[in-house]
Nanobody, 123 residues
Framework: QMHLEQSGGGLVQPGGSLTLSCAAS????????MAWFRQAPGKEREFVAS????????YYSDSVKGRFTIGRDNGANTVSLQMNMLKPEDTAKYYC????????????????WGQGTQVTVSS
């Protein structure tokens, strides 16, 4: 069982930046593809970004491409989401997630989830 502990998030003005971090308890962290999802009130959870086991490939939703960057440090067992040029529509609760094997854009494919962290973009 892999435990994911998230940190970061908060309130930021439009155009600002935030970094989310997710620390994994799993010693074989490099066996896991990782991803970030988000869920706004009244909406379904949606894919934000994912990264392959060794960080060679990254994938983004169209809504965040060019503004967000997912990264990982397998030595530190962490995955991050750097969010730039934030917009009010980025307001949501953000979740990190992990799965063995290849990445996926579907939340149903992920077995391990962080506790979620709120990001609010407002002036």
């Amino acid at each position: 069982q892999m435990h994911l502990e998230q940190s970061g998030g908060g309130l930021v003005q439009p155009g600002g930046s935030l970094t989310l971090s997710c620390a994994a308890s799993e010693a074989t962290f490099s066996d896991y593809a990782m991803a970030w999802f988000r869920q706004a009130p009244g909406k379904e959870r949606e894919f934000v970004a994912s990264i392959t086991k060794w960080g060679l490939y990254t994938y983004y939703s169209d809504s965040v491409k060019g503004r967000f960057t997912i990264g990982r440090d397998n030595g530190a067992n962490t995955v991050s989401l750097q969010m730039n040029m934030l917009k009010p529509e980025d307001t949501a609760k953000y979740y990190c997630a992990g799965k063995r094997g290849s990445t996926s854009g579907s939340d149903s494919h992920y077995d391990y989830w962080g506790q979620g962290t709120q990001v609010t973009v407002s002036s």
